[in-house]
């Protein structure tokens, strides 16, 4: 089947931000989107408005497995397009983290990504081609403080990414990374309530640190530079579902076009002190 004649898309993590955003464009465009949630009431929403609405919990196997299931039912066993992009983001200084706050980042943010995409590629194989799309961010491309457990899951992602695309060529699938800097979404406040579950600065020798990122994490206001609504993002992703040749990276926001910029030219050292001084935690 020539994949023009079919747009099935996949989308994780669409109660808010960038998946919302992605959803909704993509279904303007013709596109017939599978719209997923973790909670059953963000699904519902989702589903009044005609966006597929499907529950789905990257941390459990079941709920995976349950959704590929309703979405390829529907679709005849078809599925042209998967954008993976439900995650969160866990703050904290490295040796402030507990283990299984790093545990709980890596099943959404890359256990469940990688799961849920091994079992849309036999589709995609079966029919010859296909589209997997990873929302990374400019934090799979450097390190910043006090996101070292976000920072390693998306360092991850890239790596998974890289490969799989070597592994999926000559078989009509292709694999883009889109590489997100500062957007408009509820990740901040995720952020937040991940920080407060997990990480605790009495006595810890970042407890200055902390006070002022919990500050920001918590202000109404606390957008940094160069920020970008979510449709800077459905751009890249557009082009990356209909692309003739589809790029492998697609940078978003200027923070995220520099620090590329400025790992390719500075050593190590000097990229550690371009980011200590450009960092605000």
Known sequence: MNPQETREILITGCSSGIGLCVARGLRARGYTVFATARKPEDAQWLRDEGLGGYQLNLDDSDSIQQAVEQVLEQTGGRLYALFNNGAYGQPGAVEDLPRRALREQFETNVFGWLELTNRVIPVMRAQGYGRI??????LGIVALPYRGAYNASKFAIEGFSDTLRMELHGSGVHVSLIEPG????????NAHAAYRKHIDPTGSVHRDAYAAMEKRLASEHAATPFTLPPEAVLKRVVHALEARRPKVRYPVTVPTYVFAWLKRVLPHRGLD?????????
């Open 182 to 189: 500062p957007i408009l979404s509820e990740f901040r406040n």
């Open 273 to 281: 002190a371009a980011i200590r001084k450009l960092h605000r935690a």
């Open 133 to 138: 799309l990873q929302n990374s961010s400019v």
